[in-house]
């Protein structure tokens, strides 16, 4: 079955970087785009950046962009998220997805489990 596995996030002060990465299995990868959605506590799941499969066009929120960067390597099934400048509230749950490349979730067939970033001011 599909799997997507993300790397353990962390705990990192504000102003630090962070890259997770996220492994799939059981899909041909590199024909899937690639998302990364995060929730913070309380709050709806928001898009934070998506890849297509070749990996040659991105997408990013107004508000990550020019401090978080996706990539892939399909070489590895993998794909990243290169976090730098990181704020308190980037707090959250991050959730790598595997679809239809867009800002939309309902576009994205897998996800993986999650993994907790925090932020400390």
Not at 42 to 60: H, P, W
Not at 76 to 84: A, G, P, S, W
């Amino acid at each position: 079955q599909v799997q997507l596995v993300e790397s353990t996030g962390g705990l990192v002060q504000a102003g630090g970087s962070l890259r997770l990465s996220c492994i799939g299995s059981g899909l041909t990868f590199s024909t899937y785009a690639m998302g990364w959605f995060r929730q913070a506590p309380g709050k709806e799941r928001e898009f934070v950046a998506c890849i297509t499969g070749s990996g040659r066009t991105t997408l990013y929120t107004d508000s990550m962009k020019g401090r978080f960067t996706i990539s892939r390597d399909n070489a590895k099934n993998t794909v990243y998220l290169q976090m730098n400048s990181l704020k308190p509230e980037d707090t959250a749950v991050y959730y790598c997805a595997a679809g239809r490349y867009g800002r939309t979730s309902a576009g994205y067939d897998y996800w993986g489990q999650g993994t907790l970033v925090t932020v400390s001011s």
